[in-house]
């Protein structure tokens, strides 16, 4: 088996003018960033065909959501088929901010999966919220989001998914989870993905971590052995991003 490649996804939500973004695309031309390290970056869906057209071609352009079909009336939506078409290559699906207001985990398995039959690759989000970590229920609660997307793709998908293990206390917040606290269940998550897809799927699926990631708490969560990369929300509209993409070096 090959060895998990690290990854570092950007998420910039709904943030960015015309202007802002093109300076971040002149900040990410201009950094020296890790070979060691894929790096995805997802700005807001208006602005993706802009930063895959001005970007570098080894940092890949993702959206930040996708709908769950093809084209069609759907008024505000993004088909996979559009992104495809664009050459846009990643898609994040189940984002807590968009959970939060009702996409159900079987709703964003079949984000993902019609993602995927169109040849986009998946940034699929996972996470508790602080009353499940208090209770102690970070496990029950995030295993059901991981279950409806095993039982949504096959063994071959998962070779274009990576996992973002992302509690929701954490994103935001400045609150970013121990090292330990993420090991944890990033080590949970991997036992329970090789119960129920498979041990090969196991080894070879990266899961990120997202919550207040930053070029200074990267380095230590990076160490850990089943910390596979970011998924990157303030930060990745900083300098600091570079940091986060070379933490490992
Ligand atoms: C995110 O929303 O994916 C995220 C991790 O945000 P932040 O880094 O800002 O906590």
Not at 70 to 87: K, P, Q, R, V, W
Not at 141 to 152: N, T
Not at 170 to 191: F, M, S, V, Y
Not at 202 to 216: N, Q, W
Request: aromatic letters at 8%; charged letters at 20%; a negative charge.
């Amino acid at each position: 088996l090959e060895a998990r490649k690290f990854f570092v996804g950007g998420n910039w939500k709904c943030n960015g003018s015309v202007q802002q973004v093109n300076d971040l695309i002149s900040m990410l031309n201009q950094s020296t960033l890790s070979t060691d390290t894929e790096v995805v970056v997802c700005p807001s869906q208006l602005f993706v065909q802009g930063v895959k057209n001005g970007l570098r071609s080894d940092i890949s352009v993702g959206a930040q959501d996708v709908w769950t079909g093809g084209n069609g009336a759907y008024t505000g939506e993004t088909s996979a088929d559009m992104l495809a078409d664009m050459g846009v290559k990643w898609a994040i699906v189940g984002h807590s901010e968009r959970r939060m207001r009702g996409e159900s985990d079987v709703e964003v398995a079949s984000k993902a999966k019609y993602a995927l039959g169109r040849g986009i690759k998946v940034i699929a989000c996972c996470g508790e919220p602080l009353e499940a970590r208090e209770a102690g229920t970070t496990n029950e609660y995030v295993f059901p989001q991981i279950k409806a997307y095993a039982d949504a793709f096959t063994k071959a998908d998962w070779a274009n998914v990576v996992i973002a293990y992302e509690p929701i206390w954490a994103i935001g917040t400045g609150l970013t989870a121990t090292p330990e606290q993420a090991q944890d269940t990033h080590a949970a998550i991997r036992k329970y993905l090789g119960e129920i897809a498979g041990s090969d799927v196991a080894e070879s699926t990266r899961i990120l971590y997202g919550g207040s990631a930053s070029g200074k708490t990267a380095p230590g969560l990076s160490a850990k052995p089943d910390i596979d990369g970011f998924l990157v929300g303030g930060a990745s509209l900083k300098p600091e991003f570079a940091d986060i993409v070379n933490c490992n070096g």
